[in-house]
C-alpha cells in the first residue's frame, strides 16, 4: 500500500545552527570550490570541442537523513490479560524491513521516501481472522527532539497465521533552514504504537513468535 505523507514543519524549528551543521558549512566551502573547479573544466572542454559527460538528473546536496527502526516499537506483541507466554499470545507484528531514499539539492527541503515490510502474525489466543495495526513515522532533530509526527492504520485480514504487507511511505518533506543545512542534521523514525508494556517488553528483548512456518500471504 502506498501512504502520502506531508509534515508541516515550521521553519523557527529548524533553524539553529548545531555542530553538525557548522562542519557541514565548512563542507559546503569544499564543494563550492569543487564545483568551481569542475566548472573552469568544463569551460576548457567546451573550448576544445571535447565530449561532455552526461550528468544525473538530481545530486543530493549533502547526506540524507538517518532512517531507522525505533528499538521499544519495532515489534508489537498482545497477550491476554497481560501474561508473558507463548500460548497467551493474541496478535504480534515486527518491522522486517526498511529501505530508504532522499532528494534534494540547492535550497530546496529534503523529500525522503520509504518502503516497509512488516511481518504480521495471529497468536493462539485471537478470535479474528483481521486486525488493524497502527505505526507511526515522526522526524526528528538529531539531538533535540521531535518535528513532526504521524499516524497510519494497517489493517491485515490473515490467510494464514501469519502475513507479510509491504507499505511505501512518501511525500516527507523537511524544510532547511539554509542551503547548508544537510540532512545528516534529521532523523526519520517509524515504529508501531505500542503500549508502555509491550516497549519494556521490546527492551528487555524478549521475543515470541507465533506459530512457526514460513508467511503464505503478502499484501500491497
Request: charged content about 30%; aromatic content about 8%.
Amino acid at each position: 500500500m502506498r501512504r502520502l505523507l506531508t509534515f508541516a514543519l515550521a521553519g523557527a524549528l529548524i533553524a539553529t545552527m548545531t555542530p553538525a551543521m557548522a562542519q557541514n558549512r565548512r563542507g559546503g566551502d569544499q564543494e563550492r570550490k569543487q564545483e568551481e573547479q569542475n566548472a573552469k573544466k568544463k569551460a576548457r572542454d567546451k573550448e576544445w570541442n571535447q565530449p561532455e559527460a552526461p550528468l544525473p538528473a538530481l545530486r543530493n546536496a549533502g547526506p540524507c537523513p538517518y532512517v531507522k527502526v525505533l528499538y521499544d516499537a519495532a515489534r508489537y506483541v498482545e497477550f491476554k490479560d497481560g501474561k508473558e507466554a507463548a500460548g497467551n499470545v493474541i496478535y504480534s507484528g515486527e518491522i522486517q524491513g526498511l529501505s530508504s531514499a532522499c532528494e534534494y539539492k540547492d535550497d530546496e527541503p529534503i523529500r525522503v521516501s520509504m518502503e516497509l515490510l512488516f511481518g504480521l502474525g495471529k497468536g493462539p489466543m485471537a478470535r479474528d481472522s483481521s486486525k488493524t495495526y497502527r505505526y507511526w513515522v515522526a522526524v526528528t532533530q538529531r539531538n533535540t527532539g521531535v518535528i513532526a509526527k504521524e499516524y497510519f492504520d494497517l489493517p491485515v485480514s490473515f490467510d494464514d497465521e501469519r502475513a507479510l504487507v509491504r507499505e511505501k511511505v512518501e511525500g516527507i518533506v523537511i524544510p532547511r533552514a539554509s542551503i547548508e543545512t544537510s540532512g545528516s542534521n534529521f532523523e526519520v523514525l517509524v515504529g508501531f504504537d505500542v503500549t508502555p508494556q509491550m516497549a519494556e517488553f521490546n527492551r528487555d528483548g524478549k521475543r515470541f513468535r507465533v506459530t512457526a512456518g514460513a508467511p503464505k500471504s503478502e499484501s500491497n
